[in-house]
């Protein structure tokens, strides 16, 4: 979970919490999350407590001063393992490192508490620095039967259960028969591409985070997963590279933020031409505007798969298999 810690409205102290609806001036305080367990309850308690009795100022986006920006919390579902990281507008150790110790005593499976320094205009909870406050720099998850080691700025998937559901359903659609090369796009941490490379002959995960891709190289050693190869980028630029050097791939595997492909990602997408494109996507608007774009450069749309990844929230993942329209091919 992600709270923003502000400057509390008609009141001294601080606001952690989440923004209101489609606002971004406006945090309402939340003293405990029902979508999270009683262990990061407890940290979120812990950690307010403590920016409280501390004097810690909150961060203001209008002025540019302060301090604390957020609380990230994250749990291992299968390990019991948590992490606590704060983000802050500047390095403070020292001022923070007694929360480490509040939080191990508080709570035992506390194994990383950092802190990631974000000096930027941008509201976002992703630091240029990390500082190890307590612990490890990464809480480890199981997924599909591999260990997955994650650290603060690398993105995975937070229900396990569902998450699981939803590789079960890549790995189908991909329908690998063991001999192929598959490119993971968008790779994260790996969880997608170290699932595909148990059934192919090697995957290329291509992945802008750096973070990301040190914990995927990382997560393939520990599993002893040798026909991975993780390379840092964007994907509009590393797939033309890859093209250029005379990879192909039979099949490909997408996952891209919300705002979805890059058109020259796209563009490079079809130029490789695999046989199999299996999407996934969290934004209905921009798979349904990609996937006319594949479609008007040679692709048939077989079907789309929702996949309910966040209960009772609008939001929803998608999983669309695509063919390489060989008909259409032989008539152009």
Not at 59 to 77: A, H, N, T
Not at 84 to 91: G, L, R
Not at 212 to 228: E, K, T
Not at 279 to 291: F, G, H, I, K
């Amino acid at each position: 979970m992600e709270f923003t810690v502000a400057r509390a409205r008609g009141r001294l102290g601080l606001t952690v919490g989440l923004h209101e609806a489609e606002r971004y001036d406006s945090v309402l305080d939340v003293e405990r999350c029902l979508l999270q367990s009683d262990r990061m309850n407890a940290q979120l308690g812990e950690a307010r407590r403590f920016f409280a009795e501390s004097g810690l100022s909150a961060w203001d986006q209008d002025s540019g001063e302060g301090l604390l920006r957020f609380l990230m919390l994250r749990e291992g579902c299968r390990t019991g393992e948590t992490m606590v990281n704060i983000v802050t507008s500047s390095p403070a150790v020292s001022e923070l490192a007694p929360l480490a110790d509040r939080l191990g005593a508080l709570v035992p499976r506390t194994t990383s508490v950092v802190m990631n320094v974000n000096p930027k205009k941008a509201s976002v909870a992703i630091g240029v620095e990390e500082h190890l406050l307590g612990g490890r720099d990464h809480i480890r998850e199981s997924l599909g039967g591999i260990e997955f080691q994650v650290s603060a700025n690398s993105f995975f998937q937070t229900n396990t259960a569902q998450a699981e559901r939803l590789f079960a359903l890549v790995l189908d659609s991909a329908g690998l028969s063991g001999g192929e090369t598959v490119l993971d796009l968008y790779a994260g941490t790996g969880a997608i591409s170290l699932q595909l490379a148990r059934r192919c002959r090697q995957v290329y995960g291509i992945e802008l985070a750096q973070a990301a891709v040190a914990d995927a190289a990382r997560n393939a050693a520990a599993n002893g997963i040798v026909n991975c190869t993780f390379l840092a980028g964007e994907v509009r630029f590393v797939l033309p590279q890859l093209i250029a050097q005379g990879v192909s791939a039979q099949v490909v595997v997408a996952d891209p933020p919300r705002a979805g492909f890059h058109p020259k990602a796209l563009r490079a997408l079809v130029q490789l031409a695999p046989e199999r494109i299996v999407y996934v996507s969290c934004n209905p608007a921009t798979l349904a505007r990609d996937l006319g774009e594949l479609a008007r450069g040679g692709y048939r749309v077989e079907w789309v798969q929702p996949v309910d990844m966040f209960p009772q929230t609008p939001h929803i993942e998608a999983v669309a298999r695509l063919e390489l329209d060989r008909t259409r091919e032989a008539s152009a």
